[in-house]
């Protein structure tokens, strides 16, 4: 009689064995098929808005990524192959243009990443509010961190950068610098003095 229920104990068990597993093959298939779909990314244009920082997938549709602090980055269809995750947020101030009469912060210091240049004929838009250029300063441009080389402080690797400068426009209400790429790093809208010059 024991020898009877082990069997019948040992049967259930491999049933259930092989029903599990074959429950599992179908759920393995799903999750590999979602993996596959996003790695190619959205073909339509994905728009984002948060506080501080904000992430999207953005595929070949582009789109635009933007913060409730001003600053918004535009990437247009055809600049991200395959499918890529890009953060918009807030970073560390820089005290390169505050130092100078001649210059004048526009708003924070944010960086996009990663870098990713525009597609040919087009161009990356980067955008803050600003009704009206205050008076006795001239047209506003874009800094942006460029990485200059590697460097070694304190027994630490780090990058050693320099700010670069694109000039920006008014456009409905927003300053607008349209550039062929973004580094990845910093960047900083910056008011120009007129009298200062």
């Known amino acids: 009689m024991a020898n009877a229920t082990g069997k019948w104990l040992a049967l259930s068990l491999i049933a259930l064995g092989c029903g599990g597993s074959q429950a599992a093959a179908p759920a393995a298939n799903t999750s590999n098929e979602v993996k596959e779909a996003s790695a190619s990314g959205p073909s339509t244009p994905v728009k984002k808005h948060g506080s501080g920082t904000v992430t999207a997938l953005l595929g070949s549709g582009g789109g635009s990524l933007e913060l409730e602090e001003g ?3 535009a990437v247009p269809a055809g600049a991200v192959h395959g499918g ?39 161009s990356i838009e980067v955008s803050y509010p600003l009704a009206t250029v205050p008076a006795g300063w001239g047209d506003p441009s874009i800094a942006y961190e460029i990485a200059e080389g590697e460097e070694i402080s304190y027994g630490e690797d780090s990058t050693r950068t320099k700010w670069e400068y ?5 456009n409905g209400g927003r300053v607008v610098a349209k ?19």
């Open 71 to 73: 600053p918004r980055v």
């Open 84 to 122: 890529q995750e890009f953060v918009l947020k807030l970073a560390a101030k820089t005290t390169a243009f505050s130092n100078k009469e001649s210059e004048k912060p526009l708003g924070p210091t944010f960086s996009f990443a990663p870098s990713v240049d525009a597609p040919s004929g087009g």
């Open 166 to 170: 694109e000039r920006a426009q008014m």
């Open 179 to 197: 550039l062929n790429g973004v580094t990845g790093l910093r960047m900083q809208f910056v008011l120009t003095n007129l009298e200062a010059q």
